[in-house]
């Protein structure tokens, strides 16, 4: 079985700082992928960014970067120069390269970014 | 072009009342999932769909949730006699999975309230 954990509940940046969320999961698949999902206050989750786990590189996308250390099963998201806009739940999701018939999202429980200006 | 649609936005109805959930994916999609999110929690799987069959409902909570897909485009989630237990967000995503999973783009959800 899956599992995802995000032990902060709520963080909180000054704008133009930086901000380190932490996720950490458990897996027993090969392969898998790991996502960061952002869910404003409009309830539309948007795809930050993805990780496929047989690349050791780490995925970044414009001012967000993730720290992928697959020994430790951690996966934490980076967000530099952060924006007013950047005020969301956080969530941290894997899903199984070759889960079977399933291709299901496991979510943590987030994180409540606020970005103070 | 187009994203996930899912209607309607907000459904309040009463305890045993009938109500359906429509998600509409982006075009070309083959597969299609439903999610339900609590209160202050991340989403749990519900039934995903890989064309016009469930690939794995195996998250369904009980027998008075069902979910189609006739044509392969559109999903349709129902729930019968509704509880206030089932109060929440309900979210629809969608991905185009051709051999290896893809992301999955997600709809703006529906919040179901039973009173």
């Known amino acids: 079985a899956q599992t995802v954990t995000q032990s902060q509940p709520e963080m909180s940046v000054q704008e133009a700082e930086t901000v380190t969320l932490s996720c950490t999961y458990d897996?027993?698949?090969?392969?898998?992928?790991l996502f960061w999902y952002k869910q404003p206050p409009s309830r539309q989750m948007i795809l930050v960014i993805r990780?496929?786990?047989?690349?050791?590189q780490n995925a970044t996308e414009n001012r967000f970067s993730v720290n992928f250390q697959k020994a430790a099963k951690s996966f934490s998201l980076k967000i530099s120069d952060s924006q007013l806009g950047d005020a969301a739940m956080y969530f941290c999701?894997?899903?199984?390269?070759?889960?079977?018939?399933?291709?299901?999202?496991?979510f943590g429980t987030g994180t409540l970014l606020a970005v103070q200006p | 072009g187009a994203g996930v649609s899912q209607t309607p936005s907000n459904k309040v109805t009463e305890k045993g009342k009938y109500v359906e959930l429509r998600c509409d994916p982006i075009s070309g999609h083959t597969a299609l999932y439903w999610y339900r999110q609590s209160l202050g929690q991340g989403p749990e799987f519900l039934i995903y769909f890989q064309g016009t069959g469930a690939a794995d409902d195996s998250g369904l909570p009980n027998d008075r949730f069902f979910a189609v897909r006739p044509e392969g485009s559109v999903s349709t989630l129902k729930i019968q006699r509704t509880e206030r237990g089932d109060s929440a967000v309900y979210l629809c995503?969608?991905?185009?999975?051709?051999?290896?999973?893809?992301?999955?783009?997600f709809g703006p959800g529906t919040r179901l309230t039973v009173l």
């Open positions: 990780q496929e786990a047989y690349k050791q």
């Open positions: 897996t027993s698949e090969s392969d898998y992928y």
């Open positions: 995503a969608s991905s185009n999975d051709q051999g290896s999973p893809d992301t999955q783009y």
């Open positions: 999701a894997s899903l199984g390269a070759y889960g079977g018939a399933t291709n299901k999202l496991i």
